[in-house]
């Protein structure tokens, strides 16, 4: 099976902007998570979603929001960048309860200038 | 903040020798998992161990959990340049998330 993609890799956006980063799931597992990684505050839970709907959202502000397909692809957008924004974002995957051991994807790296 | 803490934060041994990672957790769980990164790239599951458990192994990996103290410690024996990298523990709850630690970073020189 394919494992977790996320796209694009690299993204460098300006202050303000909005940006929209995307992940397909392993074919079959229906709940994706995504979450922020900055050396500062680590792997921060971002969100999560299963059959498309959000099931649990960590402390983010409102300008973080996510969507899951029907396919179970999902996407994350990010508006009114701010230079802490500044991270690589990790999609993962998984099959069954969300405790269950999550497959990762390589990440997006975002760089708000 | 709900995070875990690791402990060390950083580690370094020789080839050969045995790392020992620590962790310690803040909520009730139903398992806690343990995942290693490579320098900025995804994380990759090494293990899981479900509250129920004492210790579980995995080739060159042993964790031990003690629920009563909310601790989890990671032994990788006979350490290999390779094995260089950060590695997390996660709380694995039923509110569909999983809790990371700030992490542990191994180098292991050859």
């Known amino acids: 099976k394919a494992g977790v993609t996320q796209t694009p890799r690299y993204l460098i956006k300006t202050r303000g902007q909005q940006v929209t980063l995307s992940c397909s799931p392993i074919s079959g597992h229906r709940s994706v998570s995504w979450y922020q990684q900055t050396p500062g505050q680590g792997l921060q839970f971002l969100f999560e979603?299963?059959?498309?709907?959000?099931?649990n959202k960590g402390n983010f502000p409102g300008r973080f929001s996510g969507r899951q397909f029907s396919n179970s692809r999902s996407e994350m957008n990010v508006s009114t960048l701010e230079l802490g924004d500044s991270a690589l974002y990790l999609c993962?995957?998984?099959?069954?309860?969300?405790?269950?051991?999550?497959?990762f994807g390589p990440g997006t790296r975002l760089t708000v200038l | 903040s709900q995070q875990g803490e690791e402990d060390p934060q950083a580690l370094s041994i020789q080839e050969g020798e045995n790392a020992t990672m620590n962790c310690s957790y803040k909520t009730s769980i139903n398992n806690l998992q343990w995942y290693r990164q490579n320098s900025g790239r995804g994380l990759v599951h090494l293990i899981l161990?479900?509250?129920?458990?004492r210790e579980k192994h995995s080739g060159r990996l042993r964790v031990t959990l003690d629920t009563s103290k909310k601790s989890s410690s990671l032994l990788i024996t006979a350490s290999r340049a390779a094995d260089t990298a950060s590695y997390f523990c996660?709380?694995?709850?039923?509110?569909?998330?999983?809790?990371f630690g700030k992490g542990t970073l191994l180098t292991v020189n050859p």
């Open positions: 996660a709380e694995g709850g039923s509110n569909y998330k999983l809790t």
């Open positions: 979603y299963f059959s498309e709907t959000q099931r």
């Open positions: 993962a995957s998984t099959q069954g309860a969300i405790y269950n051991e999550q497959f």
């Open positions: 161990i479900r509250s129920n458990e």
